[in-house]
């Protein structure tokens, strides 16, 4: 989700993963609500987010998405991943599991991701339908913009947690230029303002560990 050479599709030979300190720092401060253990990642990539929850919570069921044939290898490798699409657009996947529209019925307890930005608001609408808890990773300028007023001022995130530290998606650690924050959108509890909150601060020891 950097700031640069990303858009609504990934390039097929690059990868945009998300270190998993981002995702600690969250989980120490927000705990997940699991009673099913039905998890899902619409844009997985190698699967570092379902490693980090996983790290942190036990027993959980996972459905990996990803549109990027190169990242199945590592997926295959993560023992509880139960079922593993590589569709060509998440938007137009369909879940295995029956859906009822209206019925309010969500297949998965948590759908977690980092989106492509620019269709950041189609991945969340298509998380809303099948997930109670939708927990996305979004440049924190994502409030800023005239077409998405509309929509955040009648479902905002319920919880908006910003990270300190900016987050490097390349291998050697370099980062961008914008300010990242996690947003928790609870499905059947829609709000018209959330709450706000800084993480704590990551230490640069923790964060080489991944570049």
């Known amino acids: 989700m950097s700031s640069t050479n990303r858009g609504g599709q990934r390039s097929e030979a690059d990868a945009y993963n998300t270190p998993k300190w981002a995702v600690r720092r969250l989980l120490e401060r927000y705990p997940l609500a699991l009673p099913r253990c039905r998890c899902l990642e619409p844009a997985a990539g190698e699967g570092r987010i379902i490693e980090a929850v996983n790290d942190r919570y036990s027993g959980l069921t996972w459905t990996a998405v990803e549109i ?9 490798l993560i023992p509880n991943i139960s079922s593993l699409y590589i569709p060509e657009d998440f938007l137009h996947w369909t879940p295995d599991i029956a859906l009822m529209p209206g019925s309010g019925f ?3 307890d948590l759908s977690i991701t ?79 303002r959330g709450t706000v909150e800084l993480l704590d601060l990551t230490p640069l020891a923790e964060r080489q560990l991944e570049y």
């Open 106 to 108: 969500r297949p998965y």
């Open 114 to 192: 980092n989106p492509p930005f620019s269709i950041a608001t189609e991945f969340l609408l298509a998380q809303l339908e099948l997930a109670d808890l939708v927990v996305m990773l979004l440049r924190l300028n994502y409030w800023g913009a005239r077409k998405r007023h509309e929509l955040l001022s009648k479902r905002a995130p319920n919880h908006t947690f910003i990270l300190p530290n900016r987050p490097s998606f390349a291998k050697g650690g370099g980062t961008d230029s914008i300010e990242y924050a996690w947003m928790v959108w609870e499905a059947g509890n829609p709000v018209s």
């Open 68 to 76: 990027r044939k190169m990242c199945k290898i590592n997926l295959n």
